[in-house]
């Protein structure tokens, strides 16, 4: 298969998606963390999603071209929810959208004649190396950003007593 710039960017935007999309979902605190991987993802979520509409098949969009359109709108939605502090409709935009992607990976990672089958099949090292990196820069963005915790002072008590 010959890949272009353009599908492999999208690819490499949609698993940044899928592997942050789980970091602010399963986090317990909602801090500075979270929302610089959460702009992140959206981010990399629209560039998704507005990519699609470059990646045609056969001259033709398909029902993955419409769910970009409203993923655009669901994310769009989360993040005006999240800006007026209406958490509920933040949490179901975002998390939706997440599942819709996951849908969507599913179904272009195992559909016959797509691009990720024919990547695993013809070169299954370039797809680990991709996949590594992205899991790396991952996890780095994270250690860069996670709240560091330092260690509370010890409080020192006198009794007037010597030690023993």
Same mark, same amino acid.
């Given at each position: 298969?010959?890949?272009?710039?353009?599908?492999?960017?999208?690819?490499?935007?949609?698993?940044?998606?899928?592997?942050?999309?789980?970091?602010?979902?399963?986090?317990?605190?909602?801090?500075?963390?979270?929302?610089?991987?959460?702009?992140?993802?959206?981010?990399?979520?629209?560039?998704?999603?507005?990519?699609?509409?470059?990646?045609?098949?056969?001259?033709?969009?398909?029902?993955?071209?419409?769910?970009?359109?409203?993923?655009?709108?669901?994310?769009?939605?989360?993040?005006?929810?999240?800006?007026?502090?209406?958490?509920?409709?933040?949490?179901?935009?975002?998390?939706?959208?997440?599942?819709?992607?996951?849908? $969507?990976? =599913?179904? &272009? /990672?195992?559909?016959?004649?797509?691009?990720?089958? %024919?990547? *695993? @099949?013809?070169? +299954?090292? #370039? $797809?680990? =190396?991709? &996949? /590594?990196?992205?899991?790396?820069?991952?996890?780095? %963005?994270? *250690? @860069?950003?996670? +709240?560091? #915790?330092?260690?509370?002072?010890?409080?020192?008590?006198?009794?007037?007593?010597?030690?023993?």
């Amino acid at each position: 298969m010959d890949w272009s710039p353009l599908i492999a960017a999208h690819v490499v935007a949609a698993l940044y998606v899928l592997v942050l999309g789980p970091l602010n979902i399963f986090r317990r605190r909602r801090d500075r963390t979270h929302r610089i991987i959460g702009y992140t993802w959206v981010s990399a979520m629209y560039f998704v999603c507005v990519s699609s509409f470059g990646i045609v098949t056969d001259g033709h969009f398909s029902w993955l071209h419409g769910l970009s359109a409203f993923t655009i709108i669901t994310v769009t939605l989360g993040l005006v929810s999240a800006i007026r502090r209406n958490i509920v409709a933040h949490r179901a935009n975002m998390i939706g959208s997440y599942i819709g992607i996951a849908i $969507a990976f =599913v179904f &272009a /990672a195992t559909a016959p004649g797509r691009a990720i089958p %024919l990547l *695993l @099949a013809d070169d +299954p090292g #370039t $797809a680990v =190396v991709v &996949a /590594a990196l992205v899991l790396l820069t991952v996890g780095g %963005l994270y *250690l @860069a950003v996670r +709240p560091r #915790t330092v260690a509370a002072p010890v409080k020192v008590v006198h009794t007037g007593k010597a030690p023993v």
